[in-house]
C-alpha cells in the first residue's frame, strides 16, 4: 500500500511540474525575450538623428524579407535601431514588440515567423526588426569642439566640429568620415560652430562639397555628396 502511495505522489508532482511558455501552456522551454540595440544606435543618437518626433504608438507589420525590407527602408530614409527576438502567437508578439518599439521610439517594425531553417529546427521566436527615419543628408553627429582639442589644433583653428557617429550607407560614411575626425571648413569656408555647421549642410544639400578635416593631426580633404533634405525635417 505505501507503495502505491508513493508512486500516485511522484505522478501528481511530475504533473505539476510543465514548463509554461511565455506566450501559452506548453511542455517546451521558451526562449527569454530580448532586444538588441544596433551598433552606434543608442538612445541620445537616436534622439539626435531623427528625422521627427517619436510616435505614440510604432506601426507594426510583417515583413516579406529582412535584408530586402531594410534596403528599401534605408532609400526612404528608415535606419534599422534594433533587432527583437518575441515567442508566442503572432497577437501576443505584435503587442510585446509594440510595446518595446515604444520604449525606443521606433516608428516602423517589421515581424518574421519563425522558420524551420533555423539551425536549431526548434525556435519559437518571431524576430522583430525595428526603425526609425533619420535626418541623412549628412549621416553623422557632430559637436562643437572641446578645449582641449582646440588647443591640439593651435592657434590658426577659430572654429570647428567633431565627428561622432557614422551612420553606414549615407554621405558622411562614403566620404570616408570617421569618428574623431575634426572638421574645420567646408569648400574653403571655416565653420564657427555646430550651428554654423549645420547651417551649410542644410544650405548645400544636394550639392557635393568639400570638408577639410584633420584626423590624427593630418589635414585631409573629403569629397561629400549631401543627400537632399527630407519634407518637414
Not at 538623428?49 to 506601426?59: Q, S, V
Not at 508578439?93 to 539551425?119: C, F, H, N, S
Not at 567646408?186 to 555647421?197: C, E, L, N, Q
Amino acid at each position: 500500500m505505501k507503495r502505491i502511495l508513493i508512486v500516485l505522489s511522484l505522478l501528481t508532482l511530475a504533473s505539476c511540474a510543465t514548463v509554461q511558455r511565455n506566450g501559452g501552456g506548453g511542455d517546451t522551454p521558451a526562449p527569454s525575450n530580448h532586444y538588441e540595440i544596433e551598433s552606434g544606435r543608442d538612445a541620445a543618437t537616436v534622439e539626435q538623428m531623427r528625422a521627427g518626433p517619436a510616435p505614440a504608438t510604432p506601426e507594426v507589420s510583417v515583413g516579406k524579407n529582412a535584408n530586402g525590407d531594410t534596403a528599401q527602408l534605408a532609400s526612404q530614409g528608415f535606419v534599422k535601431i534594433g533587432t527583437g527576438h518575441w515567442p508566442g502567437m503572432e497577437s501576443d508578439v505584435r503587442i510585446d514588440a509594440a510595446r518595446q518599439g515604444e520604449k525606443v521610439g521606433a516608428e516602423k517594425i517589421l515581424l518574421y515567423p519563425p522558420t524551420a531553417t533555423d539551425a536549431s529546427m526548434t525556435s519559437i521566436d518571431w524576430l522583430a526588426l525595428y526603425f526609425v527615419r533619420f535626418k541623412l543628408p549628412f549621416g553623422a553627429t557632430f559637436r562643437d569642439l572641446r578645449a582641449q582639442e582646440r588647443t591640439q589644433l593651435g592657434d590658426g583653428a577659430r572654429g570647428g566640429v567633431a565627428i561622432g557617429s557614422v551612420i553606414g550607407g549615407t554621405p558622411a560614411s562614403r566620404a570616408n568620415l570617421v569618428g574623431g575626425d575634426i572638421v574645420l571648413q567646408v569648400d574653403g569656408k571655416p565653420i564657427a560652430d555646430r550651428t554654423a555647421f549645420q547651417s551649410m549642410l542644410k544650405a548645400n544639400a544636394g550639392r557635393t562639397v568639400k570638408l577639410t578635416i584633420v584626423r590624427n593631426g593630418e589635414t585631409l580633404v573629403r569629397v561629400v555628396k549631401l543627400g537632399a533634405m527630407q519634407a518637414g525635417g
